[in-house]
């Protein structure tokens, strides 16, 4: 099992930053590539970014590069989302997953095992 805990989310303006953290607790962090998924009212989850295991390969959504930053540090069993020039449109429950770390960053809900319980992030226009 692993358990993990989103912090970080909160209300901006458009064009703020925010900075999500997800701290994993339970098995060998590194042995787990990693993910950020949103869903927003009425809306399905979608994938944000992903990291492999060794943070060497990372991957975005199309709505998101350039703007968001997937990174994580191993020693401290956590993997970050740092979010710049915010929209209305990236308004949702951000959560963070942990799939294992052959999948290397797959953008697939169904590879992830384990997810936290989600941080809100709402961005005001």
């Known amino acids: 099992q692993v358990q993990l805990v989103e912090s970080g989310g909160g209300l901006v303006q458009a064009g703020g930053s925010l900075r999500l953290s997800c701290a994993a607790s339970?098995?060998?962090?590194?042995?787990?590539?990693m993910g950020w998924f949103r869903q927003a009212p009425g809306k399905e989850r979608e994938f944000v970014a992903a990291?492999?295991?060794?943070?060497?390969?990372?991957s975005y959504a199309d709505s998101v590069k350039v703007r968001f930053t997937i990174s994580r540090d191993n020693a401290k069993n956590t993997v970050y989302l740092q979010m710049n020039s915010l929209k209305p449109e990236d308004t949702a429950v951000y959560y963070c997953?942990?799939?294992?770390?052959?999948?290397?960053?797959?953008?697939?809900?169904?590879?992830?095992?384990?997810w936290g319980q989600g941080t809100q992030v709402t961005v005001s226009s």
């Open positions: 990291i492999s295991w060794s943070g060497i390969r990372t």
């Open positions: 339970g098995r060998t962090f590194s042995n787990y590539a």
């Open positions: 997953a942990a799939s294992p770390a052959y999948y290397s960053g797959s953008s697939r809900i169904s590879h992830y095992d384990y």
